[in-house]
């Protein structure tokens, strides 16, 4: 994963994710990197975040994280888009580093 000190990054929720009745488990988006990387908790005793059982519950919820940490939808929509045209590019050239998921 990118070093997010010096990358404009913001929380997603996939609204194509099953959450499987515990929750939706937000993403990171990092400007200008292909995909996302699922908040799905690694290592011993970790465990995914879950914001919210519904979508619309998810989506306040990471709203609110962006508008905390001073990224207002805009904001969150030009960094999602700028991942979506890096992993286009990615696709065409190369896989995608880190592990990162396709959006």
């Not at 699922?38 to 995914?48: E, M, T």
């Not at 919820?61 to 030009?78: L, T």
């Amino acid at each position: 994963m990118p070093d997010l000190s010096e990358n404009p990054h913001c929380f997603y929720i996939d609204p194509g994710q099953d959450p499987g009745g515990e929750g939706y488990i937000p993403s990171l988006v990092v400007k200008d990197e292909p995909g996302h990387f699922p908040l799905s908790g690694r290592g011993d005793g970790a465990a995914p975040w879950r914001w919210g059982k519904t979508l619309a519950e998810a989506e306040a919820v990471c709203v609110k994280a962006n508008a905390d940490r001073g990224v207002d939808k805009e904001r969150a929509f030009e960094i999602i888009a700028s991942s979506m045209r890096a992993a286009n590019v990615v696709g065409k050239n190369e896989t995608v580093r880190g592990g990162a998921c396709r959006t």
